[in-house]
């Protein structure tokens, strides 16, 4: 079984920076895609960022992040990153980090539903 555990949230002031990490324990036997959606109080889960776990593609990034978040992976340590930069209030949101067995790229609609495994969130708190 695939477990997904976030860690690295918490609070900072607006403009400042966060990294989170979603570790992957169990095997997965073949190429996914990983990725980080978010959910904000009275808001839908959006998607935030997607990557290829070969590496092979561009990532995906909502156009309200990009040039602030970047995705990353360590493969040999099972590990995905989110680093955010210059972060906004509305950046505030539950983060999660979810992995869906298919092929991504920067063209990729991100899918909650497309998406099989989850963390169990980690909220972040943006301060004005």
């Known amino acids: 079984k695939v477990q997904l555990a976030e860690s690295g949230g918490g609070s900072v002031q607006a403009g400042g920076s966060l990294r989170l990490s979603c570790t992957f324990s169990?095997?997965?036997?073949?190429?996914?895609?990983a990725g980080w959606f978010r959910q904000a109080p009275g808001k839908e889960r959006e998607g935030v960022a997607l990557?290829?776990?070969?590496?092979?593609?561009?990532?995906y990034y909502a156009d309200s992040v990009k040039g602030r978040f970047t995705i990353s992976q360590d493969n040999e340590n099972h590990t995905l990153y989110l680093r955010m930069n210059s972060l906004k209030p509305e950046d505030a949101a539950v983060y999660y980090c979810?992995?869906?067995?298919?092929?991504?790229?920067?063209?990729?609609?991100?899918?909650?539903?497309?998406?099989?495994?989850w963390g169990q969130g980690a909220q972040v708190t943006v301060s004005s």
């Open positions: 979810a992995v869906g067995l298919f092929y991504c790229n920067h063209l990729t609609k991100p899918s909650e539903g497309s998406m099989s495994f």
């Open positions: 169990g095997h997965i036997d073949r190429t996914y895609c």
């Open positions: 990557l290829y776990s070969s590496g092979n593609s561009r990532p």
